[in-house]
Protein backbone atom coordinates (compact mmCIF):
# COMPACT_ATOMS: atom_id res chain seq x y z
CA UNK A 1 0.00 0.00 0.00
CA UNK A 2 1.06 3.45 -0.67
CA UNK A 3 1.87 5.62 2.36
CA UNK A 4 3.19 8.26 4.55
CA UNK A 5 6.16 7.17 6.75
CA UNK A 6 7.34 9.87 9.91
CA UNK A 7 10.30 8.87 11.60
CA UNK A 8 9.11 10.34 14.98
CA UNK A 9 11.39 9.20 18.32
CA UNK A 10 12.02 5.87 18.54
CA UNK A 11 8.93 4.90 16.17
CA UNK A 12 8.47 4.57 12.39
CA UNK A 13 4.98 5.90 11.98
CA UNK A 14 2.88 4.79 8.58
CA UNK A 15 0.08 6.68 7.95
CA UNK A 16 -2.72 6.26 5.14
CA UNK A 17 -3.49 9.73 5.40
CA UNK A 18 -1.08 12.99 4.89
CA UNK A 19 0.08 13.79 8.54
CA UNK A 20 0.89 17.44 7.56
CA UNK A 21 0.32 20.40 8.93
CA UNK A 22 -0.44 18.39 12.62
CA UNK A 23 3.07 16.49 12.23
CA UNK A 24 6.01 19.10 11.95
CA UNK A 25 8.58 15.97 11.83
CA UNK A 26 10.07 15.12 8.34
CA UNK A 27 7.21 13.45 6.19
CA UNK A 28 8.55 10.74 3.36
CA UNK A 29 6.29 10.94 0.52
CA UNK A 30 4.67 7.91 -1.18
CA UNK A 31 6.26 4.94 0.25
CA UNK A 32 5.20 1.48 0.40
CA UNK A 33 4.44 -0.74 3.17
CA UNK A 34 3.93 -4.63 2.46
CA UNK A 35 2.97 -6.19 5.50
CA UNK A 36 1.20 -8.57 4.23
CA UNK A 37 2.99 -11.68 5.62
CA UNK A 38 1.95 -10.17 9.33
CA UNK A 39 -2.04 -9.92 8.52
CA UNK A 40 -2.87 -13.44 9.81
CA UNK A 41 -0.56 -13.23 12.66
CA UNK A 42 -1.95 -9.85 13.67
CA UNK A 43 -5.60 -11.10 13.55
CA UNK A 44 -4.97 -14.20 15.00
CA UNK A 45 -3.31 -13.03 18.27
CA UNK A 46 -0.39 -14.46 17.36
CA UNK A 47 1.67 -11.00 17.41
CA UNK A 48 5.73 -11.69 16.93
CA UNK A 49 8.02 -10.33 19.67
CA UNK A 50 10.61 -10.23 17.15
CA UNK A 51 8.66 -7.89 14.97
CA UNK A 52 11.01 -5.33 12.55
CA UNK A 53 11.12 -3.43 9.77
CA UNK A 54 13.21 -3.30 6.80
CA UNK A 55 14.10 -1.73 3.41
CA UNK A 56 14.57 -2.98 0.17
CA UNK A 57 17.97 -2.25 -1.00
CA UNK A 58 17.03 -1.88 -4.86
CA UNK A 59 13.90 0.40 -3.84
CA UNK A 60 14.49 3.19 -0.81
CA UNK A 61 10.94 3.74 -0.89
CA UNK A 62 9.61 -0.21 -0.56
CA UNK A 63 9.33 -1.01 3.21
CA UNK A 64 8.24 -4.02 4.48
CA UNK A 65 7.09 -5.75 8.27
CA UNK A 66 8.72 -8.77 9.34
CA UNK A 67 7.76 -11.27 12.17
CA UNK A 68 11.64 -11.30 12.79
CA UNK A 69 15.10 -10.02 12.05
CA UNK A 70 15.81 -13.98 10.49
CA UNK A 71 12.83 -13.40 8.18
CA UNK A 72 14.24 -9.67 7.24
CA UNK A 73 18.00 -11.25 6.44
CA UNK A 74 16.74 -14.24 4.58
CA UNK A 75 14.59 -11.64 2.55
CA UNK A 76 17.21 -9.70 1.83
CA UNK A 77 16.32 -6.10 3.08
CA UNK A 78 18.24 -3.75 5.14
CA UNK A 79 17.12 -3.09 8.64
CA UNK A 80 15.29 0.10 9.40
CA UNK A 81 15.66 0.72 13.15
CA UNK A 82 12.30 1.67 14.66
CA UNK A 83 9.45 0.71 16.69
CA UNK A 84 7.20 0.62 13.86
CA UNK A 85 3.37 1.69 13.95
CA UNK A 86 0.57 1.64 10.86
CA UNK A 87 -1.80 4.00 11.34
CA UNK A 88 -5.21 5.59 9.66
CA UNK A 89 -4.40 8.97 10.50
CA UNK A 90 -1.11 11.07 12.72
CA UNK A 91 -4.03 11.78 15.73
CA UNK A 92 -4.53 8.09 15.52
CA UNK A 93 -0.51 7.64 16.02
CA UNK A 94 -0.87 10.53 18.90
CA UNK A 95 -3.72 8.14 20.98
CA UNK A 96 -1.85 4.89 20.87
CA UNK A 97 1.57 6.65 21.54
CA UNK A 98 -0.03 7.95 24.56
CA UNK A 99 -1.81 5.20 25.47
CA UNK A 100 1.84 3.47 25.29
CA UNK A 101 2.63 5.75 27.93
CA UNK A 102 4.33 8.54 25.85
CA UNK A 103 3.94 12.01 27.13
CA UNK A 104 3.69 14.79 25.02
CA UNK A 105 4.29 18.75 26.16
CA UNK A 106 1.43 21.10 25.56
CA UNK A 107 3.93 23.31 23.96
CA UNK A 108 4.31 20.23 21.69
CA UNK A 109 3.43 20.84 17.66
CA UNK A 110 1.87 17.47 17.73
CA UNK A 111 -0.65 18.87 19.59
CA UNK A 112 -1.68 22.02 17.51
CA UNK A 113 -5.21 20.24 17.29
CA UNK A 114 -5.69 19.73 21.32
CA UNK A 115 -6.37 22.58 23.38
CA UNK A 116 -3.30 22.87 26.54
CA UNK A 117 -6.31 22.18 28.70
CA UNK A 118 -6.87 18.72 26.57
CA UNK A 119 -2.88 18.15 26.39
CA UNK A 120 -2.31 18.35 30.10
CA UNK A 121 -5.64 16.39 31.12
CA UNK A 122 -4.24 13.67 28.71
CA UNK A 123 -0.66 13.90 30.04
CA UNK A 124 -1.92 13.67 33.33
CA UNK A 125 -4.05 10.58 32.66
CA UNK A 126 -0.88 8.89 31.01
CA UNK A 127 1.74 9.60 33.95
CA UNK A 128 -1.38 8.37 36.56
CA UNK A 129 -1.99 5.02 34.32
CA UNK A 130 1.78 4.88 34.27
CA UNK A 131 2.01 5.09 37.90
CA UNK A 132 -0.70 2.40 38.62
CA UNK A 133 0.66 -0.23 36.66
CA UNK A 134 4.10 0.55 37.92
CA UNK A 135 2.21 0.05 41.69
CA UNK A 136 3.67 3.62 42.81
CA UNK A 137 0.18 5.40 43.25
Known amino acids: MSTF?????????????????????????????????????????NWSAGICVGVDPA?????????SMGNR??????QVVGVPVVVRDWIDFL?????C????????TLFMDRSAEDTKVL????MESLRSDLGAV
Open 95 to 99: RVAAD
Open 59 to 67: DSRHYKIFP
Open 5 to 45: LVRYSHFLVFVDQDPRPKCESPVELSVRLDDSALSEEVVSG
Open 73 to 78: AHAGFR
Open 123 to 126: NRKT
Open 101 to 108: GEVFDSGD
